[in-house]
């Protein structure tokens, strides 16, 4: 009876610190909120999205197989269901340059329109290839860049017939990957002990140690080609402009909580968006010197786990459990 009593006593105290700390974050609270819940006929997990050479239309994918589509710039989505031998596909990555489009997906698959996504026709993958596919870059007419779960990197030039190898060595499993717009990529290795970079012109991978104890969780480019760091306990670094292989001191926008920190994306030079876990959002309007926090968002019942911004005026921010953030401004 006397350890049932101590370990409720001990849930209790727990409870009450958790309460404690949510009520203690000191970063100011926005004064207006530019986000607005879009309902989505899903209850998956949302991982990518992507519009047509027509800005209002655009497709959502996700685990399940999910693919939809907008005609009216996000608004609404309708879910469209393909001919697959199996739908539970997880849907990584889709991309669109002009009316043709890509989707790549795991178990490894490879999707592709030529008609702005009326049509989708699967193509053959080796049974070879290393990995599963996590990311695809549509680079222009019938040209594709697609990269997978272990780094390797593959260009196709006749709509995904043949695809040429970029690096000899893949880099091993990771967790996500990004690339810049002039071709370059960055790697969190699968437990966030290292990181890894490549670019083009290069035989294979370069590891990096991380510069501090905490886990690396996701990394990207910012447009001016410096590298953001996520890491645990609420971390943000910079790469040093100056010094690309040196990084500036790490900030912790929000000390009071231990929600991490899951994505970042530049709508502006200057104005950065940081999303993490249970709907934890950021912004940044001085390039990350200062933050405030979006707490308008914080009863939407979701971990958001990335934010895409396709100009200034148009951006999104996708989590779990089907939900989509769509940025309507201030």
Known sequence: ????????????????????????????????????VIKVPTNVNLLDIAFTEHPEHGFLVGTSAALLETKDGGETWQPIKLELDDQRYRFNSVSFAGQEGWIVGEPALLLHSTDEGHSWSRLPMSTKLPGNPISVVALGQN????????????????????????????????????????????????????YSTWQPGQNAWLPHNRNSSRRVENMGFTDNGQIWMLARGGQ???????????????????????WGLLDLAYRTPDEIWVSGGSSNLLRSLDGGKTWEKDRDVEGVPANLYKIVFLSPEKGFILGDHGVVLKYQGV
């Open 1 to 36: 009876m006397r350890l049932s009593v101590r370990i409720w006593q001990r849930i209790f105290a727990v409870f009450v610190a958790v309460l404690m700390c949510v009520g203690c974050s000191k970063v100011p609270t926005m004064a207006l909120n530019p986000w607005e």
């Open 143 to 194: 040209t594709a860049e697609m990269a997978t779960n272990v780094g390797a990197i593959y260009q196709t030039t006749d709509g995904g017939q043949n695809w040429k190898a970029q690096v000899e060595e893949a880099v091993g499993v990771v967790r996500n990957l990004d690339r810049s717009a002039d071709g370059k990529y960055v790697a969190v290795s699968a437990k966030g002990n290292f």
């Open 236 to 258: 943000i670094q910079f790469s040093d402009p100056a010094k690309p292989d040196e990084w500036q001191k790490a900030q912790y926008p929000e000390l009071a909580t231990s």
